[in-house]
């Protein structure tokens, strides 16, 4: 009898199991949507160019380091400036008394390289405000006697072709006896004094200072004469040298040049090259 229960306490249970639901199981979690990968920043707009010309033979306002990269203290200011009206600066190297002509055939858009602006020149280009002024020295040799410019009669003195040196020369020297040697670039003239060929040069005095005086060829030259300044020869300073016509460039390296004047980068870069005022009067 126990057994016959115990039979049927079992059936009864395995008919419970049989007619009970059966749990459909969890669904499994599903992943989350994958996010989109973000798109690449676009890269930065180039900077429009600005095409800058410079004679790269005129220490230590416009020449080139061992590796042959432009630099000087006309190529720090043109940086400068480039980096005030957000343009790129190119160097386009030309010999100087092709510089206007150049400039007139657009295969560039400014002269930065140490160029006067003189009555003369205002009649094919136009000028920003001036961003240097220095004046010019003639150079001989130390040792040569000189009251005025009579005194240098008979010797041969070398000046950069197309220059305001050029012109004070020949308008002054010339009349006085002196023979004029213009030359393409003015390390040329520097190459001539040593070798004999040339008595002396006109240069600006910042430029012969530091191409030709502080170097050891130069060594028993030095300045003879008063300070040349004559705005009739030289000018009223450096400025940068645009096609005529180009006013809104003129407005914006006029205003770069006031900025760098007043934001401390100009006296930066002069004090890079000078241990004097080389802005001027």
């Not at 600005?50 to 042959?68: C, M, N, R, S, W």
């Not at 920003?128 to 005025?148: E, L, M």
């Not at 400025?239 to 760098?260: F, S």
């Amino acid at each position: 009898m126990k057994n016959l229960i115990l039979t049927m306490g079992l059936i009864a249970s395995a008919a419970l199991v049989g007619c009970g639901k059966t749990e459909a199981p969890a669904p499994a979690p599903q992943e989350p949507a994958a996010t989109p990968a973000a798109a690449p920043a676009p890269a930065p707009a180039e900077m429009p160019e600005l095409k800058v010309a410079i004679d790269p033979t005129y220490e230590p306002f416009t020449f080139k380091t061992a590796d042959g990269k432009p630099t000087g203290f006309d190529v720090d200011i043109a940086e400068a400036l480039c980096a005030e009206i957000k343009r790129k600066c190119v160097y386009v190297e030309q010999v100087w008394d092709s510089m206007i002509p150049g400039l007139q055939a657009k295969k560039y858009d400014a002269i930065i390289s140490s160029m006067s602006i003189t009555e003369e020149r205002l009649k094919v280009v136009d000028f920003t405000d001036k961003y240097y002024n220095t004046p010019s020295r003639i150079v001989v040799k130390a040792d040569t006697p000189f009251t005025d410019l009579a005194s240098l009669k008979g010797k041969k003195i070398g000046v950069l072709k197309g220059s305001t040196q050029e012109k004070y020369s020949m308008g002054e020297l010339a009349p006085a006896g002196v023979s004029v040697v213009p030359y393409e670039a003015q390390d040329q003239v520097y190459l001539d004094i040593k070798s004999g060929r040339l008595d002396g040069t006109v240069a600006d005095s910042v430029e012969v200072t530091g191409g030709f005086l502080s170097k050891p060829e130069g060594a028993g030259y030095g300045f003879v004469g008063p300070v040349l300044n004559d705005k009739k020869y030289y000018g009223i300073g450096a400025g940068v040298a645009l096609r005529q016509g180009e006013a809104q460039l003129k407005e914006e390296l006029n205003a770069a040049i006031k900025a760098i004047r007043a934001n401390g980068t100009y006296d930066t870069v002069s004090k890079k090259y000078f241990d004097f005022d080389v802005y001027g009067d």
